[in-house]
């Protein structure tokens, strides 16, 4: 326990190293769902197009869905402005964060 | 079966949820969709995908709003420019060419409606130009639909009277995705759309067994007291009143009522002489379990005695208790979760996507009539100890007849439904049905069964395919309501085809059975009655010069 405390708080200074870990495992999960995925590792940089099955059309429910999900609602301007999917998960930390 | 969407917005949209919705019913059904915007293009093209894939089901959602966008004239009329009324214009064209062109395809096409964003507001006070536009699209759609047998009008326009435009759309997606249905509005789209498809299968339940206290009226009659309980036509008893005539509803559509109480049948026959807002009567019930047995057995009972699969029943009680202990023994059984509130008993019925019928036959509305009458002659059958002393008794009557104008709804009904007595459970479309009328290979016969009880209407049909050098008759379908199942019908109907094969010297019946969940009923039909198997599945009977003598309990007419 207090390893895992002191790894937390190591990456929680060191920011770089936690940009890895940065999509949570809720959005992780619903994604893999929407689009009915066993296994994928997401990163920050990860782009719709690498994903099996992310298409425009998988775009929009997964977004109903993580709307539906985190209880939010993105502007169409926002939804526009995500390039990948470190941009999806920050939208949502904002967003969350502002209700 | 093939299924395919065609629309001016992007109806993929609900495609995943439609998909998860026919897994779950068990629809075997490929999903063609030629993309965005195509409607046009597929039907007015031959060559186009649309006709070399052949669809049995074609969804065609247009949303004429699309086409009446900044283009509002609130001095012309109808209040839309030329070029939107050009584009309507094709819309009907199309309907009607695709109908004509895919002639054994059914059409489903969704009506109109208005989208609120074209509401011109206070300006309108009494001109209502739009929405006298938007209805008179949807009386023209109506008409097509009668003249157009397989095309099949969509009430949309309903779903959305009942949830409203802002709770159904999202013009986000609008916008960046060309279809406005927000996850609501895609699931009750992908309902309704699910509602018309199990019409169209005729997947729906036969009976509903339902509890009294509580559910049929406010109370505990043995506690309360007739003079107590909730049912009135005024107030919060008005609720139960209005539940009991929506069940009566469905008894006139031909789905069958019973009753599953914990009760004693005196005190509850009280309430049905002398209760002044009782709207269902004791002649609407086909069976009345009023005992204190376990309701477990009492819905066994009553299946058996209705000659219809557990699976067929809806069981609605007010019990959280009850329900459970149906649910866990009984699985089978659809138990919906009846809400606790009565006042909303009413909207959750209507709402519950187990009678989904498109045109009711004679016999529907005749159902419960014939179900009351098979139990008296149940009852009947007690009193004699030889089986044949009783089925001579009935004075049995079985007019065969080919099929007819008349008789083709009900024949295809028995072929798309029909799950218990049917040795091959195939299911032929109206238009496959069509073809075999106007071959010569092929003959469709349907029977009625009349006794001194009553007529049971058409309950059974049966196939026959010559072999082209006529050396043989196949029974490709042979098919029987559970009404009538344990008569021997069957074997009358046997002599009949035997006696037609025979008279066109016609030396073997060949026959087959293919084995289903469900069709237990009928496996035994031809090995009971001296077909032998060559094959697994496949039996054949030689007739040349035997002689086959008919039970002396049938009369057998062939018209």
Known sequence: MKNLIETLIFKLENKESISIKMISDKLKNLILKELNLQEFEFSEETLAKDVPGWDSLKNFTIILSIEEEFGIKFLTEEILSIKNVGDLQKLIDLKVNQN | ?559
């Open chain 2, 1 to 559: 079966m093939k299924i395919c969407f065609l629309s001016n917005y992007s109806i993929e949209f609900i495609f995943d949820n439609f998909r998860n919705k026919l897994k779950t019913l068990n629809i075997e059904a490929e999903i063609f969709y030629p993309g965005f915007n195509q409607f046009l293009q597929q039907i007015f093209n031959p060559q186009s995908e649309l006709y070399s894939q052949k669809p049995d089901v074609i969804f065609l959602s247009v949303d004429v709003n699309y086409y009446l966008q900044n283009q509002i004239y609130l001095k012309s009329n109808p209040p839309v420019s030329e070029s939107s009324l050009n584009q309507v214009e094709q819309i009907f064209n199309s309907i009607e060419f695709v109908s004509k062109s895919l002639s054994s395809s059914t059409i489903f096409v969704d009506n109109f409606y208005l989208d609120a964003n074209l509401d011109s507001g206070t300006l309108e006070y009494n001109q209502f130009e739009l929405d006298k536009f938007i209805e008179s699209l949807n009386q023209r759609l109506f008409e097509i639909s009668s003249s157009n047998k397989n095309i099949r009008v969509i009430n949309l326009k309903r779903i959305i009277n009942k949830y409203g435009q802002k709770n159904l759309f999202d013009f986000r997606l609008f916008y960046l995705a060309k279809s406005k249905w927000n996850k609501k509005g895609l699931e009750e789209l992908s309902n309704l759309y699910l509602s018309h498809l199990k019409a169209y299968l005729g997947i729906r339940k036969k009976c509903i067994a339902v509890d009294l206290d509580n559910t049929l009226w406010g109370g505990i009659i043995g506690q309360d007291g007739i003079e107590n309980i909730l049912l009135s036509n005024d107030g919060a008893g008005k609720s139960f009143y209005d539940f009991q005539n929506v069940l009566l509803n469905y008894y006139q559509q031909g789905i069958i009522l019973t009753i599953c109480s914990k009760n004693s049948e005196n005190v509850v026959n009280e309430v049905f002489e002398k209760h002044p807002y009782m709207v269902l009567k004791p002649e609407h019930f086909a069976v009345m379990k009023i005992n204190w047995n376990n309701k477990v057995e009492n819905l066994i009972e009553t299946a058996r005695e209705l000659n219809i699969g557990i699976d067929s029943i809806v069981f609605l009680d007010d019990s959280k208790f009850e329900r459970e202990l149906v649910k866990k023994q009984l699985p089978e059984v659809e138990v919906p979760e009846l809400p606790d509130d009565p006042t909303q008993y009413v909207s959750f019925l209507k709402e519950l996507d187990y009678f989904n019928f498109h045109k009711l036959t004679d016999d529907d509305f005749k159902r419960n009539e014939t179900y009351k009458l098979n139990f008296e002659r149940k009852k009947a059958e007690t009193s004699f100890t030889d089986i044949k002393d009783y089925l001579r008794s009935l004075e049995m009557k079985i007019e065969i007849k080919e099929i007819d104008d008349f008789t083709f709804p009900r024949i295809v009904q028995l072929i798309q439904k029909t799950n218990q007595f049917n040795t091959t459970t195939k299911r032929y479309t109206d238009a496959e049905i069509n073809k075999m009328r106007n071959s010569d290979e092929w003959e469709i016969y349907s029977f009625t069964v009349k006794d001194k009880f009553g007529d049971n209407g058409i309950v059974g049909v049966f196939i026959l395919k010559y072999l082209l050098d006529k050396s043989a008759v196949e029974i490709d379908s042979f098919i029987m309501s559970c009404r009538v199942i344990g008569r021997e019908i069957e074997n009358a109907i046997l002599h009949f085809i035997i006696k037609k094969a025979q008279a066109s010297s016609i030396k073997t019946i060949n026959a087959e059975i293919i084995p289903t969940a469900k069709n237990e009923p009928c496996r035994n039909v031809y090995k009971d009655f001296g077909f032998e198997e060559f094959e697994n599945g496949k039996w054949k009977l030689e007739i040349d010069n035997k002689n086959f003598a008919l039970p002396d309990y049938f009369e057998l007419i062939s018209l």
